[in-house]
């Protein structure tokens, strides 16, 4: 396989979150990739060709050579393994396990928050009808969570900047950036996340309007 030969899918709005967490490990990496995108909306990703190529039918999908991964964190994980550059997860093994489970807690809970505060938040500026009782749950549970997570007058979760970062930052962000109530250190962490150029890069794509 040739370092050559990398191909991202992602969602044609460019709002998929775990689409955008590769998009910016790749650019971290200074690497060159193709891209294309599939319509969601229209079931792109449902159609016989795409099941063929991604086992898990979703985006995003790397392809590279004749291997093709879904499941954006198993993604981050194999770029950091093949690729040089400036690494994803922090060197010490008890940092980077911490980094993972950052990650896969992100992916796997905090439903409310996720549905009531969707990325065209993030990516669209919508607004949403206020938080409810469990999506306030939810709330103080991502913010404990991170208020421990995030040493004192540090800007990263490790020492220095890892794809967690960029992942914890978006899902504070689906709050801050709707005017929720975020403590002030944790909204001063994600903005500066969301200025590092590889975000900058994702955000600035151009993005259809919504239907």
């Not at 991964?69 to 093994?93: F, K, M, N, V």
């Not at 992916?107 to 996720?114: A, M, T, V």
Request: net charge neutral.
């Amino acid at each position: 396989m040739t370092l050559s030969s990398l191909h991202l899918h992602v969602d044609a709005q460019f709002a998929s979150p775990y689409a955008m967490s590769v998009f910016v490990a790749l650019t971290e990496k200074a690497q060159d990739f193709e891209m294309s995108t599939l319509d969601l909306d229209a079931g792109a990703n449902r159609t016989d060709a795409y099941a063929r190529l991604s086992l898990t039918a979703r985006v995003p999908t790397l392809q590279h050579g004749a291997l093709a991964l879904s499941e954006s964190s198993a993604i981050t994980e194999y770029l950091d393994d093949i690729l040089p550059g400036a690494r994803l997860y922090p060197q010490d093994p008890a940092q980077r396990a911490r980094a993972r489970q950052v990650q896969a807690w992100l992916r796997s809970d905090l439903l409310p928050i996720r549905e009531e505060r969707n990325t065209q938040v993030v990516f669209y500026g919508a607004r949403k009808l206020p938080l409810s009782a469990a999506a306030e749950v939810c709330a103080q549970r991502l913010f404990a969570a991170a208020e421990q997570l995030l040493p004192h007058g540090a800007d990263h979760l490790f020492g220095q900047w890892s794809i967690a970062d960029t992942d914890l930052a978006l899902m504070i962000n689906r709050l801050a950036l709707h005017g929720d109530a975020v403590p002030e250190r944790l909204a001063i962490y994600a903005r500066k996340q969301w200025q590092r150029p590889s975000v900058q890069r994702w955000l600035q794509l151009e993005r259809p309007p919504l239907a």
